[in-house]
């Protein structure tokens, strides 16, 4: 039980700190590239937007 539960934190430990780097990495980009996020994140949403309609469209 206790092994597991040591190897059970390390995985946390290992995925906090993948989660946090990733964070930091993706507010420096957003930070320096505003234009051209809000560019691809217009793009993407509409991508989404017809998607969406098409999966309804076939019902």
């Known amino acids: 039980m206790g092994r ?3 190897g059970f934190m390390k995985g ?3 995925g906090l700190l993948a ?3 990733l964070g930091a990495l993706a507010a420096s980009y957003m930070h ?3 234009r051209g996020l809000k560019r691809n994140v ?3 949403l509409r991508t ?3 998607l969406t309609d098409s999966v309804l469209g076939m019902f």
């Open 4 to 6: 597991a539960l040591c």
């Open 19 to 21: 989660g946090a780097t």
């Open 32 to 34: 320096k590239n505003r």
């Open 12 to 14: 946390m430990v290992v």
């Open 42 to 44: 217009g793009h993407a």
């Open 48 to 50: 989404v937007g017809d």
